[in-house]
């Protein structure tokens, strides 16, 4: 068996119908393969744009 056939099927990120967001969370569809070093920045920019999505007011 390849490897490729062990790896888990992605499905692509749910859509929300605000693009921001979806921009947002498909820039993670691909954070499996980053390393570990490079997570926080990506999250914290997403948390970032969530954050601003529910609270435009502040």
Do not use: F
């Not at 605000?18 to 980053?34: C, F, K, N, R, V």
């Amino acid at each position: 068996m390849t490897t490729a056939e062990h790896e888990p099927q992605q499905e692509p990120p749910a859509r929300t119908g605000d693009p921001t967001i979806d921009e947002a969370l498909s820039s993670l569809q691909d954070l499996d393969g980053e390393p570990v070093a490079n997570h926080h920045a990506r999250l914290a920019h997403v948390h970032e744009v969530l954050h601003g999505a529910l609270h435009p007011d502040r």
